[in-house]
């Protein structure tokens, strides 16, 4: 059975960083595509597209909105999945989560529906 754990998530000001991690257990994620998602709070919110990672390692993608702030990587002897995220804004609030999408996945797409597994969610709440 597959489960993706997150962590990492807290209450901090603009401005600050933070480094979000997702360890997967039954999965191999170094095996497939990955990707980190988040979701405003507010009923009706969608999850957006944050960043992903192919499983070969060297093709990563950002949204527009966090490029240049924002890292992702992968440990792969850990099996974890990370999201550095520096120069926080308020804007930046939301619930992340992490997912997986095809085994040898190279460009992992930016549509959540094409995911198949799903972390709980860790929250980030940055304030002004």
């Known amino acids: 059975q597959v489960q993706l754990v997150e962590s990492g998530g807290g209450a901090v000001q603009a401005g600050d960083s933070l480094k979000l991690a997702c360890v997967g257990t039954?999965?191999?994620?170094?095996?497939?595509?990955m990707a980190w998602f988040r979701q405003r709070l507010g009923e009706g919110r969608e999850r957006e597209f944050v960043?992903?990672?192919?499983?070969?390692?060297?093709?990563?993608d950002y949204a527009d909105s966090v490029k240049g702030r924002f890292t992702i990587s992968r440990d792969t002897a850990s099996n974890r999945l990370y999201l550095q995220m520096n120069s926080l804004r308020p804007e930046d609030t939301a619930d992340y989560y992490c997912?997986?999408?095809?085994?040898?996945?190279?460009?992992?797409?930016?549509?959540?529906?094409?995911?198949?597994?799903w972390g709980q969610g860790t929250r980030v709440t940055v304030s002004s």
């Open positions: 039954g999965l191999t994620i170094s095996q497939h595509g």
């Open positions: 960043s992903s990672i192919g499983w070969a390692g060297d093709t990563m």
């Open positions: 997912a997986n999408s095809r085994r040898w996945e190279r460009k992992p797409p930016r549509t959540p529906n094409l995911y198949f597994n």
